[in-house]
C-alpha cells in the first residue's frame, strides 16, 4: 500500500457538488468523467497527493445510488493506491476481507480498481486503486 489515494463521496447533484466542494476547498476540480460502464458521473479535486471524488449515481440501480437512497449524500468509500492490485487482492482475501468482484476492472482516471465489502472491513467500503502500466 502506497499512500490514500483519494476519499469518494456521494453526491445527489454533480454540480450543487462542485459548488460546494469549490466553496469548502477553495479549488476548482481538475478533471470530471462520465464513465458508462458504471453508471457514474465522477469529478476529482486534488489536495496535495491526496484526491477528493464526487460521486454522481445517472442510476438508481447501481451501489452509489442505493447508498444515497439509504444514507444520503457523504463519505462512500476511501481508496488506497497500490503497486499491484492482484497481490494486494490475494493479501487480502487470505485475511478474510471479502472483494465485491474476483479481478479488479477500469475505473476512474484509468485505474485498475477493486472494491472491498464493508461487512469485511470494518463498515467502511475500500477501494484499492492501481495506475496502468
Given amino acids: ?4 489515494d483519494h476519499i469518494g463521496i456521494a453526491v445527489n447533484n454533480t454540480e450543487e457538488g462542485i459548488q460546494l466542494f469549490n466553496a469548502i476547498l477553495g479549488v ?7 464513465i458508462v460502464s458504471q453508471k457514474l458521473i465522477a469529478t476529482f479535486y486534488e489536495i ?7 460521486l ?5 440501480d ?4 442505493k447508498f444515497l437512497a439509504s444514507k444520503g ?8 493506491l497500490v503497486e ?15 472483494p465485491l468482484t474476483e479481478k479488479p476492472y477500469l475505473g476512474a482516471l484509468g485505474k485498475l480498481v ?19 502500466k
Fill in 114 to 132: 477493486c472494491f472491498f465489502h464493508p461487512k469485511t472491513t470494518g463498515g467502511t467500503l475500500i477501494e484499492l486503486c492501481q495506475k496502468q
Fill in 56 to 60: 454522481e449515481p445517472t442510476s438508481p
Fill in 1 to 4: 500500500m502506497k499512500q490514500i
Fill in 28 to 34: 476548482e476540480p481538475f478533471h470530471k468523467e462520465e
Fill in 62 to 65: 447501481i451501489a452509489v445510488g
Fill in 73 to 80: 449524500p457523504g463519505v462512500h468509500h476511501v481508496a488506497v
Fill in 84 to 98: 499491484d492490485i492482484v497481490a494486494e487482492m490475494e493479501r487480502m482475501k487470505s485475511e478474510g476481507i471479502k
Fill in 48 to 54: 496535495g497527493p491526496t484526491k477528493i471524488e464526487l
